[in-house]
């Protein structure tokens, strides 16, 4: 009774709009405060040690890389290359949009720094070229969710910190699902543009293809510095991050675009952005302690089997539940409090964490273009300066492909473990 109680005030304050941080850490602490033989000291210990944890160290760093990169002007260069270089094909800018998203996923690590940086160019480029304003913003949010599968995914750190498993392997789970992303969004494009016979079809010279070409190729590097020292065993991904940010602040440098005022806006959006992810994951680990102390998952696990022995039917079950958890929660806070939960019931139907571990970040990735939360949505109105509404509307349109590629990824589990075992990560 009394945890049912801790969340249902968790649930309540959520539906009041306080901050996700709070409406954890709240309950949980009234929760400590009446029972025996906890002190509040220790409370304030569990949700420290749930942040001092070496591969956290890696998000900030991550966030500056992504926030380096965009004042760089890197995401420039990315869409002007990728625009460049399939101008022969009909709707290259929607192939462009998926392609530079897909390109700085492996720098900013999360879906909202993708859409931040990328939304404005990606959404004002298509639609002066004739695309609608609907399917610009639609296929501009579904392909910032690369971000967040993509390694360095900072959703993947968290998950992998919080369920004890190689932040590397998950990292390396998480590719071929990403890909399975950028395939199917392309598919959406290849579909839509012939139901858009206006859109138009652009030539330029080779010279110029060059041109747009060699300016991107430095900040092609970086990708093969993250993504090629991990695989390669050169450093682990926190080291990746440090060595990501010196790389991306040398191009700032070699770009001219690095001046102390910029500097300083990049370490105080890091600054802001980590010490909110910081917060919740520090009440998330308070809350999950005491999901824990109360044998909470133990007793879901339980519940579940009692309901189904078929795995098939779990992951369906599993799925609609985190689909409904990822409208109402940013994914941060999503995966500490379901993956505690979900972990030990996974075990029980012979499902590999690593594999619980992507589709679990896909289905709080999609949640990020569904109200009522819907980050992504509210970023990318605030860049192109869209209204809610509109923005809304055209994610309606890229949810079926979407949910397409979630049902591959949960229901063949190659797709997520084939690479990790490849490489000796399982």
């Known amino acids: 009774m009394s945890v049912l109680l801790v969340v249902v005030g968790v649930l309540a304050l959520m539906l009041a709009r306080v901050p996700v941080a709070f409406a954890l850490a709240a309950p949980s602490m009234v929760y400590l405060v009446f029972s025996p033989g906890v002190t509040v000291g220790a409370a304030l210990q569990r949700m420290t040690a749930g942040i001092d944890i070496f591969p956290l160290l890696a998000v900030p760093l991550f966030i ?5 990169a965009m004042s760089a002007g890197i995401t420039d260069r990315l869409f002007t290359a990728a625009e460049k270089t399939l101008d022969r094909i009909r709707g290259n ?94 598919a959406t494009v ?55 940010v010196i790389y991306v602040l040398l191009l700032a440098a070699l770009y001219r675009r690095l001046t102390v005022n910029r500097l300083y806006r990049m370490m105080l959006s890091t600054a802001e952005t980590t010490a909110a992810i910081m917060l919740i994951v520090g009440a998330a680990s308070l809350f999950g302690w005491v999901l824990t102390r109360e044998e909470v998952p133990q007793q879901v696990a339980a519940s579940l089997i009692t309901v189904t022995d078929n795995p098939l039917v779990f992951l369906i079950l599993v799925n609609i539940v985190m689909l409904i958890v990822g409208m109402v929660l940013e994914p941060t806070a999503a995966i500490l409090v379901m993956a505690p939960v979900l972990l030990p019931v996974a075990s029980a139907f ?35 300066r869209i209204p809610v509404p509109r ?36």
């Open 64 to 68: 500056f890389t992504g926030a380096a």
């Open 93 to 186: 800018l929607g192939y462009a949009n998926v392609s530079s998203s897909l390109v700085f996923s492996w720098m900013s690590g999360a879906a909202i720094a993708d859409v931040s940086a990328l939304g404005r160019i990606q959404v004002s480029a298509m639609v002066k070229r004739g695309y609608s304003e609907r399917f610009s913003v639609g296929l501009t949010g579904a392909s910032a969710l690369i971000g967040g599968i993509m390694p360095p995914s900072i959703p993947a750190i968290i998950f992998a910190t919080t369920a004890g498993v190689s932040v590397g392997a998950l990292f390396v789970a998480g590719i071929i699902p990403a890909l399975l992303i950028f395939g199917v969004l392309c």
């Open 190 to 244: 290849f579909i839509q543009v012939r139901r858009e016979p206006d859109v138009p079809t652009d030539r330029v010279s080779t010279a110029e293809k060059l041109r747009a070409l060699r300016a991107a190729v430095l900040p092609m590097g970086a990708p093969v510095i993250i993504l090629g020292g991990i695989l390669g065993g050169i450093f682990t991904p926190t080291e990746a991050a440090g060595v990501a």
């Open 350 to 384: 012979g499902i590999d964490p690593l594999h619980l571990g992507v589709f679990m970040i896909l289905n709080f990735m999609i949640g990020l273009l569904t109200p009522p939360i819907g980050l992504v949505i509210f970023v990318l109105s605030s860049v192109t």
């Open 391 to 426: 923005v809304a509307r055209g994610m309606i349109m890229v949810l079926l492909p979407l949910m397409v590629s979630l049902v591959l990824v949960t229901f063949v589990p190659a797709l997520s473990m084939w690479l990790p075992g490849l490489l000796g990560y399982s």
